[in-house]
């Protein structure tokens, strides 16, 4: 082989899982759920890549320290390498134990956050390997038929395992059977505030009381508006809505609240307006299209009880179909921006 395709492949694939997990954690919505099924069919697909290259590597290190004890001088540990496959493997040790095991913790965080933080550190390494390697993505590789077939049928493998593993899972009646598309577990639905809760870096704020805060609605609109608690408490529009959180749980429940596009209807509008920036007392927003808007509740009570704290009291934005982190808590400002809402990171830094 001019090429070793173990190594190319592999970094083919990683890529590819990188970038499907990342599509797949911000998508909320059944529609996108495309983008989690490849995560799982490359992740299988990786499996048996895995098998040979680790193989390499740990036949390597093997020869290297028989080299040693004879005082021969060996080459480079290939530390790179050895890294990439050991994260690779906890990585999709985590996902297989979490995927159908059923949900479980380590130090306060579930096996799914263990397992996006295992996979993170996997992109420099991998970059790193590429720039290291690069002599072996030239594009003749791909020419190559026989690199071809061992890709689609890698591909191919993937699909049937993961239908495989899937079919026992359910067909055992395995926790797992009983997740969602995103992979998350129910979690007290309809319990008011007895779900879970958590917040985007752990966000937790003084409480609020509510003489004291007023929603502001500000920006590019015609009319600034400074609303106050009991003004917000006398709209009692009902939505059911499930919140996915990416830390691995979900919780359907009955929101009350006012939609947020009456508030923006309210200010009006200003032609330019193209997004909507939802604005915690923590600082940390998440920005929306004005179409958008139409979704969206802006929440005072769930079930039958007034937002707790921790749930984001006063005041908590409800945005079905998509992930938790949107959801913003102890909502205080809503900004009307001239620019899109593409303009922020798909997931937030502050």
């Given at each position: 082989m001019p090429y070793p395709w173990a190594n190319v492949i592999l970094l083919f694939l990683l890529a590819a899982e990188l970038a499907t997990g990342l599509f797949g954690l911000v998508s909320g919505s059944s529609d996108r759920a495309i983008y989690l099924h490849l995560h799982r069919i490359l992740g299988f697909s990786i499996l048996a890549v895995f098998l040979w290259k680790s193989r390499n590597i740990f036949r390597s290190?093997?020869?290297?320290?028989?080299?040693?004890?004879?005082?021969?001088?060996?080459?480079?540990?290939?530390?790179?390498?050895?890294?990439?496959?050991?994260?690779?493997?906890?990585?999709?040790?985590?996902?297989?134990?979490?995927?159908?095991?059923?949900?479980?913790?380590?130090?306060?965080?579930?096996?799914?956050?263990?397992?996006?933080?295992?996979?993170?550190?996997?992109?420099?390494?991998?970059?790193?390997?590429?720039?290291?390697?690069?002599?072996?993505?030239?594009?003749?590789?791909?020419?190559?038929?026989?690199?071809?077939?061992?890709?689609?049928?890698?591909?191919?493998?993937?699909?049937?395992?993961?239908?495989?593993?899937?079919?026992?899972?359910?067909?055992?009646?395995?926790?797992?059977?009983?997740?969602?598309?995103?992979?998350?577990?129910?979690?007290?639905?309809?319990?008011?505030?007895?779900?879970?809760?958590?917040?985007?870096?752990?966000?937790?704020?003084?409480?609020?009381?509510?003489?004291?805060?007023t929603l502001r609605v500000t920006g590019h609109v015609q009319r600034q508006l400074s609303i106050p608690y009991d003004e917000i408490t006398a709209h009692d529009t009902r939505m059911t809505a499930t919140l996915d959180c990416t830390g691995g749980w979900h919780s359907t429940q009955h929101w009350t609240g006012i939609p947020l596009r009456e508030l923006l209807d309210r200010a009006g509008l200003n032609p330019e307006a193209a997004s909507v920036t939802v604005r915690s007392v923590t600082g940390y927003t998440r920005r929306f299209s004005i179409d958008e808007t139409e979704e969206l509740l802006l929440a005072t009570t769930v079930g039958d009880e007034t937002l707790s704290h921790r749930h984001g009291f006063p005041l908590r934005l409800v945005a079905p179909g998509r992930r938790g982190y949107q959801w913003v808590k102890w909502v205080t400002t809503l900004e009307v921006n001239d620019t899109s809402k593409w303009l922020q990171s798909p997931l937030p830094l502050q």
């Amino acid at each position: 082989m001019p090429y070793p395709w173990a190594n190319v492949i592999l970094l083919f694939l990683l890529a590819a899982e990188l970038a499907t997990g990342l599509f797949g954690l911000v998508s909320g919505s059944s529609d996108r759920a495309i983008y989690l099924h490849l995560h799982r069919i490359l992740g299988f697909s990786i499996l048996a890549v895995f098998l040979w290259k680790s193989r390499n590597i740990f036949r390597s290190l093997s020869r290297i320290r028989r080299l040693r004890a004879r005082k021969t001088s060996p080459t480079p540990i290939p530390y790179a390498s050895l890294a990439i496959v050991l994260l690779l493997a906890l990585s999709v040790s985590l996902a297989l134990a979490w995927s159908h095991t059923g949900p479980f913790k380590f130090q306060g965080f579930s096996g799914v956050s263990w397992h996006i933080y295992v996979s993170v550190p996997l992109a420099p390494l991998l970059l790193g390997h590429a720039l290291s390697k690069r002599w072996t993505l030239r594009p003749i590789f791909w020419a190559q038929r026989r690199n071809f077939l061992r890709t689609g049928g890698l591909a191919l493998a993937g699909l049937a395992l993961w239908q495989l593993v899937e079919f026992t899972t359910s067909g055992l009646k395995l926790p797992g059977s009983q997740r969602r598309f995103t992979g998350s577990y129910a979690a007290a639905s309809f319990s008011g505030n007895s779900f879970p809760t958590t917040s985007w870096i752990n966000d937790d704020p003084d409480r609020i009381e509510p003489a004291d805060w007023t929603l502001r609605v500000t920006g590019h609109v015609q009319r600034q508006l400074s609303i106050p608690y009991d003004e917000i408490t006398a709209h009692d529009t009902r939505m059911t809505a499930t919140l996915d959180c990416t830390g691995g749980w979900h919780s359907t429940q009955h929101w009350t609240g006012i939609p947020l596009r009456e508030l923006l209807d309210r200010a009006g509008l200003n032609p330019e307006a193209a997004s909507v920036t939802v604005r915690s007392v923590t600082g940390y927003t998440r920005r929306f299209s004005i179409d958008e808007t139409e979704e969206l509740l802006l929440a005072t009570t769930v079930g039958d009880e007034t937002l707790s704290h921790r749930h984001g009291f006063p005041l908590r934005l409800v945005a079905p179909g998509r992930r938790g982190y949107q959801w913003v808590k102890w909502v205080t400002t809503l900004e009307v921006n001239d620019t899109s809402k593409w303009l922020q990171s798909p997931l937030p830094l502050q």
